[in-house]
């Protein structure tokens, strides 16, 4: 079982920068993919950014890419998400989702383990 705690939502103006953490209460942090999802209102959570357990390897929803960076410290067992260029589309209740999967698979779905999320508001 792996608990997942997220933190530093907020509210940020278009254009600004937000970083989100996600704190894994694992050993094995490494052999976990990280997922970064977000639920605007009146829509279906979508993927927004997954990450290997190694780090090595990273995947972008298209109207993220080139705005966010995900990534991980396994040392630190926390993941990150670092918004740039935030737009008002982009306010959602955003999750980290956790999936032992080893150290190279990065998905876009079939996390086993969820954080609460936390809300994200981009003000125009």
């Known amino acids: 079982q792996v608990q997942l705690a997220v933190f530093w939502g907020g509210l940020v103006q278009a254009g600004g920068s937000l970083r989100l953490f996600c704190a894994a209460s694992?050993?094995?942090?490494?052999?976990?993919?990280m997922g970064w999802f977000r639920q605007a209102p009146g829509k279906e959570r979508e993927f927004v950014a997954g990450?290997?357990?190694?780090?090595?390897?990273?995947d972008y929803a298209d109207s993220v890419k080139g705005r966010f960076t995900i990534s991980r410290d396994n040392f630190k067992n926390t993941a990150y998400l670092q918004m740039n260029s935030v737009k008002p589309e982009d306010t959602a209740i955003y999750y980290c989702?956790?999936?032992?999967?080893?150290?190279?698979?990065?998905?876009?779905?079939?996390?086993?383990?969820w954080g609460p999320g936390t809300q994200v508001t981009v003000s125009s």
């Open positions: 694992t050993l094995s942090f490494s052999s976990y993919a």
């Open positions: 989702a956790a999936d032992l999967s080893g150290s190279w698979d990065v998905k876009r779905n079939g996390y086993n383990y």
């Open positions: 990450i290997s357990g190694s780090g090595y390897r990273t």
